[in-house]
């Protein structure tokens, strides 16, 4: 049983993406509210399937496999539109459809020609194409035999994959794949996008997504829970102040021996994002490097040991933090600075971004729970295992329950940084950013993002919709540093020179 959320309303910056308990009451309402049939459903369903399968299928047959739920049912109503229009087509029923009952029994009666066959791997033999309409959304847990067998056969067919709404064995509400799941080239979904389309690992099985109109009237709930990052919410963005503002300021603490670059690169980030003012606080011995490295910020040297800030430090950022509309802490900060790191967390009152080096010195999540001030915080799969006491692999297998977790503990907005950055708020909806882009692979692209977040707290934004704009900004510049020198040889100086040009789009 998937875990129950408080549902509510997205921010109209957010494009909504069903779960499938909304998808079912979507449905209701045109049944029940509106007195459309479900078989009217089923069939626009059916026939967006049939149409991606026949745009793109090759010269061998069309296989449709199907199983006997719903689902299974849209299958039935593509092969007989299939078969009608011309094309060869086989259906195959891994499982027996014998119970079948109301609208995929009304289906399965309807279909002409020779009716379903068992499944055997060499009938996939020379497919143009496969349709997947094996399970369906309301599918969680584990595949089992014998779909195991059909799973891999149908990827290693080599054939065009058709999915029905969601590939089979992936979890539509949460994007999980917990065992074997069919590799789709284009998968349709009914109505609207679900959750699992669009969060890793099973954002990585959908291929194309196509939403098929079925015919649900206006006025059907929305989605409430999840949603994709829209460019609606650049327009948030305030522009710069026309005469420079001291509360236009960014504080960015860190840049430790060694680690001059992180801070640099999102000292950077904030004022190609049109910061007014960048404030650096580092270690005194490092202030030389960053004078020259930084020449438009202000840099202010700490107390220090050995190139390390220490917590006598935190004098100086007590002075500085109340003229700030933001700090960004962690950037260029590691372990050893622990004690110094906490005490910046849990005294500053402004509104705060702590990136991966800063959450390095934090055991447990619930010290940021006391913070006053908005807090976000930015995480890869590694460091938010950490602090959940999950590995990695744990983390990435539920990135969205992992997200959700950290932010129910830390009562602070959550960056999960990845193949798709999971955006979440707490007792709020979760936002979700594009999938990965190589542009972002490169070492930086986190401090990027950490001062990007930091110059939209001080523009007085709302923490949820600062990140989640600031992981939609940095994405276009991704891409558009992809496009001028290459996806997969831009570094983070490339994504920063493009963030003008990227911020820029907010107005269209």
Known sequence: MQEERTRASLPGWLDGLYDPDEMRAADRFAMERRGILELELAE????GLAAAAAGVAGGGPIRVVVGPGNNGGDGLISARLLREAGHEVDVIA??????????????????????????????????????????????????????????AAINAAGAPVFAADVPSGVNAATGEVEGPAIRASVTTTNHAPKIGLYVAPGARHVGEVRVIDIGIPRGAPDAGLVGLISRRVLRLVPTRPRYASLRDTVLVVGGARGSTGALAMAAEAAMRAGTC?????????????????LP?????????????????????????????????????????????????????????????????????????????????????????????????????ARRLASARALVDRAGAVVVLEGDGCVVAAPGGPVA?????????????????????????????????????????????????????????????????????????????
Do not use: C, W
């Open 277 to 293: 003012y960048v404030r650096a606080a580092v270690p005194a011995s490092v202030a030389p490097v960053m004078d020259l490295r």
């Open 94 to 151: 891994p499982l027996a459809l014998d119970g079948l009952a109301g609208v995929p029994r009304t289906n399965l009666d309807r279909l002409p020609g020779v009716p379903p066959r068992p499944f055997d791997p060499a009938a996939l033999a020379g497919s143009g194409g496969i349709v997947d309409a094996l399970l369906g959304t309301g599918f969680e847990g584990v595949v089992r035999e014998p779909l195991v067998g059909v799973i």
């Open 296 to 396: 438009e910020a202000l840099i202010h040297g700490l107390e220090e040991e050995d190139g390390r800030h220490v917590e006598a430090g935190m004098r100086t950022i007590a002075d500085l933090a109340p003229e700030a509309g933001a700090v960004v802490l962690g950037p260029g900060l590691g372990g050893a600075e622990g004690a110094f790191s906490r005490a910046v967390g849990s005294s500053i009152e402004v509104p705060m971004v702590i990136d991966a080096g800063g959450l390095s010195a934090y055991p447990s999540v619930e010290a940021f729970s006391e913070r006053p001030s908005p807090t976000v915080l930015i995480s890869d799969e590694s460091g938010l295992g950490r602090l959940l006491g999950l590995s990695p692999e744990e983390v990435g």
């Open 44 to 47: 626009k369903a059916g026939a």
């Open 432 to 508: 979700l950013g594009p999938g990965a882009s190589g542009a972002l692979a490169a070492n930086g692209t986190g401090s990027v993002l950490a001062g990007l977040v930091g110059t939209f707290l001080a523009r007085g934004m709302d923490a949820f919709a600062a990140a989640a704009a600031a992981v939609l900004a940095r994405s276009d510049a991704g891409d558009l540093a992809a496009k001028r020198v290459g996806a997969g040889h831009t570094v983070a100086g490339d994504v920063i020179q493009a963030l003008p040009e990227a911020l820029a789009r907010r107005r269209d």
